[in-house]
């Protein structure tokens, strides 16, 4: 996630992006986040596509059983850290989850996940750093049995690094799922430049956060998962 300012508006909304903690309940756990919208910006709050997708696979249409996961600007870490919840919760077998964002935010970001994580849970959640298109190197190609994002299509000119990251951490038996909200023309050309390179779905729709997700493979694949 990109530490860039981001324009709310007044009201409640706002009030929750400035406060200085969030609390959820997920995979039968409370979350309780740090947040710092001064000091990182949109990188340190939760965003409603984060809560949506955690929502989402707690409905446990998932198996990830034994796979490897990875999330891409994590930002809090919501998303890394119910997905690990998640796993044990449900089939008592760990994921191994690789929870990313860029430098800046990885103090931040690891001392959520050490925080909302039981101590026989943390080897199995790993925080990394991950810039779009410059670190890809310090990964394995191909490795991952689902890559995980939350809104992080918002900047154009992040566009090409975030797909170059996707192409690249795939496998053709790997699955993407990508929450967010469709703002801007912008986010349709994302979706476009997505589709010319995987096969795209939107599986679920949150009407009152108004928050898509799609899955994405490589190919005409069509697997369930």
Request: charged share 25%; aromatic share 10%; glycine share 8%.
């Amino acid at each position: 996630m990109a530490l860039v300012p981001y324009e709310e508006g007044a009201g409640w909304g706002a009030r929750q992006l400035h406060s200085p903690s969030a609390t959820y309940r997920f995979a039968s756990h409370t979350i309780r986040l740090k947040q710092d919208w001064r000091r990182l910006g949109v990188a340190a709050v939760v965003w409603d596509a984060a809560v949506v997708l955690c929502a989402y696979l707690e409905m446990g249409g998932i198996d990830l059983r034994d796979r490897s996961v990875i999330e891409l600007g994590a930002g809090t870490g919501l998303l890394g850290i119910v997905a690990t919840l998640l796993d044990i919760l449900l089939y008592r077998l760990g994921a191994h989850v690789t929870i990313t964002d860029r430098a800046a935010a990885l103090e931040f970001l690891e001392s959520n996940v050490q925080a909302n994580l039981p101590s026989e849970l943390r080897p199995r959640a790993v925080v990394k750093e991950l810039t779009w298109g410059k670190d890809l190197g310090n990964f394995p190609p191909g490795a991952f049995d689902f890559i995980l994002g939350a809104d992080i299509v918002y900047l154009e000119e992040t566009f090409a690094e975030l797909l170059q990251t996707l192409e690249y951490l795939c496998s053709e038996q790997t699955v993407i799922l990508l929450s967010c909200r469709i703002r801007y023309e912008r986010d349709h050309k994302f979706l476009k430049m997505l589709r010319g390179r995987f096969s795209v779905y939107e599986v679920h729709y949150d009407s009152n956060k108004d928050v898509h997700i799609y899955k994405a493979q490589r190919g005409s694949c069509k697997d369930d998962f």
